[in-house]
Every structure is written in structure tokens, then in C-alpha cells.
């Protein structure tokens, strides 16, 4: 089947420190890759996404890169900041269908300064 | 910006009553989504939609659950007989058809609790 696997929050972070969010994922043709993001009391957000083996997506120093031997798609930032306090959620979908996500459970990240 | 926009951003009703949770999905999207939340676990999907019909479901998607496309631009996620674990936060999204990645944009949320 299907399924993402992200590490277990919360994470605790101090201001400028970097940031490792662990994702894995299992699936049955060749899947796109998404982090988004969860502001408090918002929606959530598209943060990046990579599309095939070793791509790496990235936008607003985060990044992330396609891992196919590893399965893994971990998120990396090299210094936090407050503003980055959101709840991360990794998630998978198949290309050029209207199929689901898949998502993982989230990782709430809280900076402090 | 385009965005999916969700109503209301927070509704209680009392257990078995019927609940519309609604949505605009972006204007030149041609799928549509329903996923919820439950408080501390995964984001499930729920339902999608196309072409004015349901084009995958979930295993929680049951006789409980139906959605509509009333008009050309709203989208309606409603539940009879509402019971308390249906409590919890119901996002709406919408994506492009096409060769490109189908990137979902998520509305804010609709919080439901069930009391």
C-alpha cells in the first residue's frame, strides 16, 4: 500500500539552530513527494515538492531531496526561525491523476528565541 | 493569489444532527477533495471528485457522508446523523488536471465538533 511515515514531535528548537524533519514512505508505482506546512490557525500550505529520484525541492530555506534507494524525503532547514513554529506534514500523490494523498501524521516544530 | 475558501471556520451541532460543510475551490480546478483531521492523527483523505461525480472514496466515506458541486463554484461535504468521532477538522482541496504534479491547494479548515 501506500503510507508516509514522518518522525514523532514535538520538536523544540532554539532560534537560528537547524532543523532535520525525518520522512519515509512506502508505494506501489512512483510517487511525488510534498512537505507542507500548518500555521497556526491556518490551512495547509504547499512548502515544497520534488517530482522524481534525487530532485530536491525548496523554498524558503528549506529543502528537501527524493531519496528512491532510501525511500525518504527528510526536510532540512539550516537555521530556524520563531516564524517557522508550524506543524510539517509530509505526503505523497501519483502524477497526472486526481488520486489522494497520502499524508503523515505531522511534526510540530515550535522555535523559541 | 487563487485560494480554497472554507465555511463556517468552526461549527458545533449536537449529535445526530446533519451538518453542510462548504467550500469554492479554486475557479479553474477540475478536482476536488475532502480530508479531515482528528485531533492529534494523520490528515485521511476522504473523498475526491471530477466531472460532477465521485471519482475515489475512502473507507470513512460512508452512506453518512455525500458531496455535491451545486453550482459552478461551490462544493458541499455534508454528514447525517452527525456522531461525536466525527468531530475534527475537515479541509477542502482542489488541484489541476493535466501532465503536471497535481499540487492540492487546501482551503483553511472547517473545525466540526460534534456535542
Known amino acids: 500500500g501506500n503510507s508516509v511515515t514522518q518522525m514523532e514531535g514535538p520538536v523544540t528548537l532554539s532560534e537560528e539552530a537547524f532543523l532535520t524533519i525525518n520522512c519515509t514512505y512506502t508505494?506501489?508505482?512512483?510517487?511525488?513527494l510534498f512537505w507542507y506546512v500548518q500555521y497556526p490557525g491556518e490551512g495547509l500550505q504547499l512548502l515544497l515538492k520534488?517530482?522524481?529520484?534525487?530532485d530536491k525541492g525548496s523554498n524558503k530555506g528549506f529543502e528537501a531531496t527524493y531519496r528512491k534507494e532510501t525511500t525518504s524525503f527528510h526536510l532540512e532547514k539550516g537555521s530556524v526561525q520563531v516564524s517557522d513554529s508550524a506543524v510539517y506534514f509530509c505526503?505523497?500523490?501519483?502524477?497526472?491523476?486526481?488520486?489522494?494523498?497520502?499524508f503523515g501524521t505531522g511534526t510540530s516544530l515550535t522555535v523559541i528565541p | 493569489e487563487p485560494e480554497v475558501t472554507q465555511t463556517p471556520s468552526h461549527q458545533v451541532t449536537q449529535m445526530g444532527q446533519e451538518v453542510i460543510l462548504r467550500c469554492v475551490p479554486i475557479?479553474?480546478?477540475?478536482?476536488f477533495y475532502w480530508y479531515r483531521q482528528i485531533l492529534g492523527q494523520k490528515v485521511e483523505f476522504l473523498v475526491s471528485?471530477?466531472?460532477?461525480?465521485?471519482?475515489?472514496k475512502s473507507e470513512i466515506f460512508d452512506d453518512q457522508f455525500s458531496v455535491e458541486r451545486p453550482d459552478g463554484s461551490n462544493f458541499t461535504l455534508k454528514i447525517r446523523s452527525t456522531k461525536l468521532e466525527d468531530s475534527a477538522m475537515y479541509f477542502c482541496a482542489s488541484s489541476e488536471q493535466g501532465l503536471r504534479v497535481p499540487e492540492a491547494f487546501f482551503g483553511q479548515g472547517t473545525r466540526l465538533t460534534v456535542v
Open positions: 505526503a505523497l500523490t501519483f502524477l497526472n491523476t486526481g488520486n489522494q494523498f497520502y
Open positions: 520534488a517530482t522524481k529520484a534525487d
Open positions: 508505494a506501489t508505482g512512483y510517487p511525488s
Open positions: 475557479s479553474n480546478h477540475l478536482y
Open positions: 471528485f471530477y466531472n460532477n461525480e465521485i471519482s475515489e
